[in-house]
C-alpha cells in the first residue's frame, strides 16, 4: 500500500514539473479565419522569437471557422495563406505587424479570383 502510495506521489508531482512554462503562455489575442470562398484553405504561422512551435491549420473547407492563439512572447508573425488548386488572383497572406490585438479575415471567392478581408473579431 505505501509503494502505491509513493508511485501516485511521484507520478503526480512529475505532472505539476512538466507543465508548459509561462513563456509559452497565451497572450488571449487570436489571428482567426472564416472560409467562405469555394476552396480548400491552408494557414500557417511562423512566430518570431516565441517559445511556441510554428504552426499550421490544412484543408479548410467553406463555411469553417478557426483560430489560433497569439503566444504572449511572440515579437511578430508571418502568416502564409494556402488556397488549394489556385489558378489567378494575388496573393491573400495578411500582413499582421501588431500582436497586441486580435485580428479576423474572411477569405471568400474562387480558387481563379480569391479574396481576403478584415472583419471584426
Same mark, same amino acid.
Given at each position: ?46 512566430? /518570431? ?5 510554428? *504552426?499550421?491549420?490544412?484543408?479548410? &473547407? =467553406?463555411? !469553417? $471557422? ?34 497586441? /490585438? ?5 477569405? *471568400?471567392?474562387?480558387?481563379?479570383? &480569391? =479574396?481576403? !478581408? $478584415?472583419?471584426?473579431?
Amino acid at each position: 500500500m505505501a509503494y502505491g502510495a509513493a508511485a501516485l506521489s511521484l507520478a503526480l508531482g512529475g505532472a505539476v514539473m512538466t507543465a508548459p512554462s509561462a513563456s509559452a503562455a497565451g497572450s488571449g489575442k487570436s489571428i482567426g479565419f472564416t472560409n467562405n470562398g469555394w476552396f480548400l484553405v491552408d494557414t500557417c504561422y511562423h512566430w /518570431k522569437n516565441s517559445a511556441t512551435s510554428d *504552426s499550421c491549420d490544412y484543408a479548410k &473547407p =467553406k463555411g !469553417t $471557422d478557426w483560430r489560433v492563439e497569439i503566444p504572449d512572447d511572440a515579437k511578430g508573425v508571418r502568416v502564409e495563406v494556402t488556397v488549394a488548386a489556385q489558378i489567378g488572383g494575388g496573393n491573400v497572406s495578411p500582413q499582421i505587424s501588431d500582436l497586441s /490585438k486580435s485580428h479576423c479575415y474572411e477569405l *471568400s471567392g474562387y480558387t481563379f479570383n &480569391p =479574396k481576403i !478581408t $478584415d472583419k471584426g473579431c
